[in-house]
């Protein structure tokens, strides 16, 4: 079994509970004490930080959700002087803004700690050759990953997203033998290698650390035997952290979460209760160490379960099941964020009305995801002229673009011809098979 | 000296032309000339008819999505060089084609053809300066 920190990532279940009891109990101070939009939420309900002394009285703290990102834009959902945030990213928001998301230094040696934890599950050693394929900017993927397997002392080529060709010449040359990157894209390269006869049983590549989109045991399948791999689930989100929230080991049952950094909690998504232990739901987390941005029962809106059983790796951190869907509308798209109304609003720049549209999400047998926006042409909008028509499409897709971040196909359809359904539209047609 | 135009959205899939041209009948339009601007995923119909705004508004009703594009429907001897002669006139006044198509039918000796032609008001002086004629909506209707 391979382990980063056995200690921690074994630690006694009675010793860890009392560790997030102080860790809570300071966090929530801290939180209070520093960013206003939690002191706003206490105050309203006559909620003193004193008030929590232990993990039984976290229910009693209000949710943190995605707007109150947007509503303190940029910074303001920060704890410390921006002197002392020495990191920014960002994810998409579902307007226009985005979540914006800073670390201290000391955020950001936990978050190498806990990727070092996530990495070394899967049997990484200074010894291995790193191959980097997330995103690196402000997408927390390239940057997490590059800096636990520097924790490590692993080799690192930062090569970033894209450029498939060179993706595979620098694995075979190099002798890569980890993998970071989305799902999606490592089914690709599985793809792309068999297609120029590269025999990947005769590469060193042994694992790759799949996260930043859902994905399916079909797809673990599939990227193992394509490249000769074992295939791991990793999960994070830009406000928790950025991965290494939780991680699979070599067991492959479920995602071991961090719980020395984060407390896990899953709730009905409707009523805001803590579902019974096991059950499916919404999941919540707490940060527990996290010195710019604290979080406090923040909602992710990932459908999971938990699993406190014991796993047969020896870890005590309980596991997340793979997510299983989304309590909202947002979509992941090629490890990139999207929600239906930053389509909606780039729709309204263009049209000045209501748009009808459509977002297709496919994803063919060894292809990326595909998203294309249907958009019902208006009289306003219509011309008489095919390079009036193709510009408005150039013009849409252009947009859709510089807000997202990935490339989007635009298809004019006829009025009326996306079905409109009673009450909520329909916005979404979702092809991939995520759910198996 | 403007012939209105309708153009009309379709998607490229089979029976929307049977569609259009099936609306039209319903509404009692005879079309008089048409033509097809096609890309991957849709076209553009675009046709002159006895009754524009009529055949708008059956259409429109049918659930197309129709504009009213302002075109010049001109006189070309039917001789070669005849059509060449006109275009000549519009690139020496600097007038640029947006696309055009034959009418079926003729005027005596003469075909017609349909030009979508930028800066139309300019360029109807141009042309009936060097005696070149254009037919009035009137006029093409009663062909």
């Known amino acids: 079994m391979y382990f980063w920190d056995k200690e921690a990532e074994c630690m006694d279940r009675a010793k860890l509970r009392a560790l997030q009891s102080e860790r809570l109990r300071k966090t929530v101070k801290h939180a209070y004490e520093n960013v206003a939009a939690y002191k706003t939420k206490f105050d309203e309900i006559g909620l003193e930080p004193e008030d929590i002394k232990d993990l039984d009285d976290l229910p009693k703290i209000p949710f943190a959700v995605k707007s109150d990102f947007r509503d303190n834009y940029p910074f303001g959902m920060f704890a410390v002087p921006m002197d002392d945030v020495v990191r920014i990213h960002a994810s998409s928001g579902t307007t226009g803004k985005s979540t914006v998301v800073g670390y201290t230094r000391n955020d950001i040696a936990t978050w190498a700690e806990l990727m070092a934890r996530t990495l070394g599950a899967g049997g990484t050693t200074k010894s291995d050759i790193v191959q980097v394929a997330y995103g690196y900017g402000l997408f927390t993927g390239g940057l997490g990953a590059h800096y636990g397997a520097e924790r490590i002392g692993s080799s690192v080529i930062p090569i970033s997203g894209g450029n498939t060709k060179r993706q595979l010449q620098i694995m075979e040359d190099f002798g890569s033998t980890v993998l970071c990157c989305t799902p999606s894209y490592a089914l690709l390269l599985g793809e792309a290698a068999r297609e120029a006869g590269i025999d990947m049983s005769k590469t060193p590549l042994r694992v790759g650390f799949l996260g930043a989109e859902p994905w399916t045991e079909n797809m673990r399948r599939e990227i193992e035997a394509s490249l000769h791999i074992d295939a791991l689930d990793i999960y994070g989100l830009s406000e928790v952290m950025g991965p290494g929230v939780s991680y699979e080991c070599m067991e492959k049952g479920g995602l071991h979460v961090n719980e020395d950094h984060f407390i896990a909690e899953i709730i009905n998504p409707d009523t805001g209760e803590l579902v019974p232990p096991g059950a499916r739901g919404e999941l919540v987390f707490t940060s527990l160490t996290k010195e710019a941005l604290p979080l406090l029962r923040y909602r992710t809106r990932d459908i999971t379960y938990l699993d406190d059983s014991q796993c047969p790796c020896g870890r005590s951190f309980a596991r997340m099941h793979r997510v299983m869907g989304r309590s909202d509308d947002m979509l992941i798209i090629r490890g990139v964020n999207v929600f239906p109304s930053q389509i909606e609003s780039v729709l309204i720049d263009i049209e000045g009305t209501e748009p009808h549209y459509l977002i297709v999400v496919d994803r063919q047998p060894g292809q990326m995801d595909e998203m294309e926006v249907w958009v019902e042409v208006s009289p306003e909008l219509v011309s008489d002229e095919v390079r009036a028509l193709e510009s408005l499409e150039r013009k849409i897709s252009h947009d859709l673009h510089s807000l997202l971040g990935i490339s989007v196909k635009v298809k004019l359809v006829e009025p009326k011809t996306i079905a409109r359904s009673e009450g909520k539209a329909k916005r979404v047609i979702d092809r991939r098979e995520l759910n198996q | ?143």
Do not use: C, W
């Not at chain 2, 675009?46 to 001109?74: H, M, Q, Y």
């Not at chain 2, 055009?100 to 360029?123: C, L, P, Q, T």
């Open chain 2, 1 to 143: 000296m403007k012939v209105s135009q309708l153009s009309v959205f379709i998607e490229n899939k089979s029976g929307r032309l049977a569609d259009v041209t099936r609306a039209l009948e319903n509404g009692r339009i005879n079309i008089r000339a048409l033509s097809i601007a096609d890309t991957i995923d849709y076209g553009l119909l675009r046709l002159i008819v006895n009754d524009p705004a009529a055949a708008k508004s059956t259409l429109v009703n049918a659930g197309f999505t129709v504009t009213l594009t302002e075109v010049l429907a001109i006189e070309v001897p039917d001789k070669p060089g005849g059509l060449a002669d006109i275009i000549e006139i519009l690139a020496e006044g600097g007038l640029n084609i947006e696309y055009m198509y034959a009418f079926v039918g003729a005027s005596g000796e003469n075909a017609i053809v349909i030009f979508r032609i930028e800066r139309i008001d300019e360029a109807i002086p141009i042309l009936q300066s060097k005696g070149v004629r254009i037919l009035t909506g009137d006029e093409l209707h009663s062909l």
